[in-house]
C-alpha cells in the first residue's frame, strides 16, 4: 500500500515504489512477442471515465493507480506486439527506457555544455558515432530530438537561412511525390509558401527524378526565387524505395542547393553490408534525418539530424540573451546544443541512445537489421509466385507493397479480412493512384512465424479476391 510521504520519498518508500511498479515493466517486457497487434476493446468507457477524472488532494494509492494504467493498455492498437506490420513499428527496448528513467531523475541541463560538461560529452560521442557511421567530415554535427519530423524542420530552416538568405518568401524546396508529409509541413512552418514547395516527378512510378527536380530549379532561378533544398528520401513510408542519391547529390552540387535526406525510416540500415551498398551517396548530403525510435527500436520521441557543417546550424539558430551571461564557461570540444537547434531547455535525449548500444553492441542492431532484410526479401519471393497477388517493385529495404487481384474496394476489404484475424495489421496506401497493401517489417520482435502467419492470411485473402 504506498501512498508517498513527499516528493522525494526515503529510501523504503523508493523501493517499494521501484518494485511494484517494475512488476509492471516485467509484465510488458516478458510478454511483448506473444501479445496481438489488434483485437482489444477500444475502451470507449475507459475514456470517458479518464476524461472526467480529476487528481485527489489527497495521495492515491499506487496499486490502485497501477490498476488505471493496467486498463489502459489493455485497449487499442499495441504498435509494440511483433505483428505490427502496417506502419513503421516502434517496438521499443527496455534498456533505452531505463536511459530515460536515469536521465529524468538526475535530470542534468544538457542545453549548455558548461553546466555538465561530462554528459554533454557523454551524448556528444554517441553523435560522433553517428556522423563517423554516414562517413560526414569531423566538421560535423548530430543532434537528437524529439522525432523525424523535428529533424526535417531543423534541417529545412538551416537549408533556408544558408540558401535563402532567411527570405522564406523566395525560397524554394523540391521533394518527390512520396516524400513524407513531415518534409512538406517543414517547409510550410519554415515560412516557404505552398506553390512554392515543388512535388517533383518520378520516372518510376517509386523515387523522385532528378531530371524533373532539374527542370523546376532551372525555371525558379530564371524566375528570380531561390532554391534552398532537394530532399531525397532514404526509404519511403509509401514503399521503403531509395531515391537516387547520388545522382541528386551531383545535382545540388551543381547548382549549389542544400541536398537533404530524409532516412528517418531507413537510415540505420547503414550499418548493414547490403544496406551501405543501397544507401551509396547518402554520405554527400548535407543533413540527414533519422529516427532511432523505428530502426533502432527505440521508444518514441527519439529523432536525430546529422548536419554536415556544425556552423550552418549555428547560423540558423544562435542566439544570445542577457540572462545567460553568467552560465559557466564551455569546453571548445563540446556542443551548445541550445545554439544549434531551436530547444533551449531539452531532455538529456543521449541516454536513451547511449545505454542500449553501451548494453547490447553494435553487433546485435547489424544482425537483427539483417535479419528484417532477410525476411522482406522472403516475403516478396513468396508473394510474387502467387498468382492471385501482384507485388510492386521489389523492396529496396523491408517494405513490401502489393495487390490482391481486383479493384481498389478489393485491397481494402483484403486488408480487413486479414488484419480481422488480431496477431498481424498491415495498411493500404496509393501508388500510381491505386490503392495497394503494405507490408513493412521492422520491429525487433517480428519474427519469421509473424511474417509467415502474415503470409498465409494475405493468400487466403488473395484467394477470395480471386473468387
Known amino acids: 500500500m504506498v501512498r508517498l510521504s513527499g516528493f522525494d520519498p526515503p529510501g523504503g518508500e523508493t523501493d517499494e515504489l521501484l518494485a511494484e ?29 479518464l476524461l472526467d477524472q480529476r487528481p485527489g488532494e489527497a495521495p492515491a494509492e499506487l496499486t490502485e493507480t497501477l490498476a488505471q494504467l493496467r486498463a ?48 554533454v560529452a557523454l551524448e556528444q560521442g554517441v553523435l560522433r558515432w553517428l556522423t563517423e557511421l554516414f562517413d560526414l567530415p569531423e566538421r560535423s554535427q548530430g543532434l537528437l530530438l524529439s522525432g523525424g519530423s523535428n529533424a526535417n524542420l531543423t534541417a529545412i530552416v538551416t537549408a533556408r537561412e544558408k540558401h535563402a538568405d532567411g527570405r522564406a518568401d523566395l525560397a524554394t524546396i523540391y521533394v518527390g511525390e512520396h516524400a513524407h508529409a513531415s518534409v512538406r509541413k517543414a517547409a510550410r512552418i519554415a515560412g516557404v ?24 530549379i532551372k525555371q525558379d532561378l530564371a524566375e528570380g526565387l531561390r532554391p534552398a533544398a532537394i530532399v531525397g528520401a532514404a526509404g519511403t513510408t509509401n514503399a521503403g524505395a531509395i531515391d537516387p542519391l547520388d545522382r541528386l547529390a551531383d545535382l545540388a552540387a551543381e547548382l549549389d542547393v542544400w541536398f537533404h535526406v530524409d532516412a528517418a525510416y531507413g537510415g540505420f540500415f547503414q550499418l548493414t553490408q547490403r544496406g551501405r551498398e543501397r544507401l551509396a551517396g547518402i554520405e554527400r548530403a548535407d543533413s540527414i534525418t533519422l529516427d532511432p525510435h523505428k530502426s533502432l527500436y527505440l521508444p518514441f520521441g527519439t529523432g536525430a539530424l546529422l548536419v554536415r557543417e556544425r556552423d550552418d546550424l549555428a547560423h540558423a539558430f544562435a542566439e544570445s540573451g542577457d540572462y545567460l551571461r553568467d552560465h559557466s564557461e ?49 516475403a516478396w519471393r513468396d508473394l510474387r509466385a502467387d498468382p492471385a497477388v501482384e507485388v510492386i517493385g521489389e523492396p529496396d529495404l523491408s517494405i513490401v507493397v502489393f495487390r490482391v487481384v481486383g479493384d481498389d474496394a478489393a485491397q481494402d476489404a483484403a486488408v480487413r479480412a486479414i488484419n480481422a484475424d488480431g496477431r498481424v495489421r498491415l495498411s493500404t496506401t496509393v501508388i500510381d493512384g491505386r490503392v495497394a497493401v503494405r507490408l513493412a517489417v521492422l520491429s525487433h520482435r517480428t519474427t519469421r512465424s509473424t511474417v509467415e502467419i502474415a503470409l498465409r492470411l494475405i493468400h487466403e485473402a488473395a484467394a477470395v479476391a480471386a473468387g
Open 72 to 119: 489502459v493498455l489493455a485497449t487499442g492498437v499495441d504498435n509494440a506486439a511483433p505483428g505490427e506490420l502496417a506502419y513503421i513499428p516502434g517496438s521499443g527496448l527496455l534498456t533505452s527506457a531505463l536511459g530515460d528513467l536515469l536521465a529524468g531523475v538526475a535530470n542534468r541541463y544538457t542545453g549548455m555544455s558548461g553546466f555538465t560538461p561530462a554528459a
Open 193 to 216: 509558401p505552398g506553390p512554392q514547395i515543388r512535388v517533383c516527378g518520378s520516372s518510376d512510378g517509386a523515387r523522385l527524378d532528378p531530371e524533373c527536380v532539374r527542370v523546376a
Open 330 to 378: 564551455d569546453l571548445d570540444t563540446l556542443p551548445d546544443f541550445s545554439a544549434i537547434t531551436p530547444e533551449l531547455t531539452r531532455e538529456w535525449r543521449g541516454l536513451r541512445l547511449w545505454l542500449p548500444l553501451q548494453l547490447h553492441g553494435v553487433a546485435a542492431f547489424e544482425r537483427s537489421l539483417d535479419a528484417t532484410l532477410d525476411l522482406a526479401a522472403d
Open 21 to 49: 511498479v517494475g512488476e509492471l515493466v516485467a509484465e510488458l517486457v516478458t510478454t511483448a512477442a506473444d501479445r496481438d497487434v489488434l483485437g482489444h476493446d477500444r475502451g470507449d468507457e475507459l475514456i470517458g471515465r
